[in-house]
């Protein structure tokens, strides 16, 4: 009954900006780190953004920082993805990850969603 749900995901065009979702259930979601991941094809599945579990903390990729904006509504059990200024180079499938530190680690995926920027 665990579930990581990605929407948001399409064709734009360079220059412009895409809105990530990640809706999660069956698990306490305030106990996780939420991670983003995406993964070109022939590429390595990169870490694009980490938020801490209160949303005090973010840590970026290079590739990406100063452009994209993670961000969590420990409420709503969501975690978000701000990307602007978009380049062919972020064209990934993009994934949501939670990761539990404590005791025990829980790693737990969404099925992704595929983002193409493209003119």
């Known amino acids: 009954q665990v579930q990581l749900v990605e929407s948001g995901g399409g064709l734009v065009q360079p220059g412009g900006s895409l809105r990530l979702s990640c809706a999660a259930s069956?698990?306490?979601?305030?106990?996780?780190?939420m991670r983003w991941y995406r993964q070109a094809p022939g590429k390595e599945r990169e870490l694009v953004a980490l938020i801490m579990h209160t949303g005090d903390s973010t840590n970026y990729a290079d590739s990406v920082k100063g452009r994209f904006t993670i961000s969590r509504d420990n409420g709503k059990n969501t975690v978000s993805l701000q990307m602007t200024s978009l380049t062919p180079e972020d064209t990934a499938m993009y994934y949501c990850?939670?990761?539990?530190?404590?005791?025990?680690?829980?790693?737990?995926w969404g099925q992704g969603t595929q983002v193409t920027v493209s003119s």
């Open positions: 990850n939670a990761f539990y530190v404590v005791g025990t680690k829980r790693n737990y």
């Open positions: 069956g698990f306490t979601f305030s106990a996780y780190i």
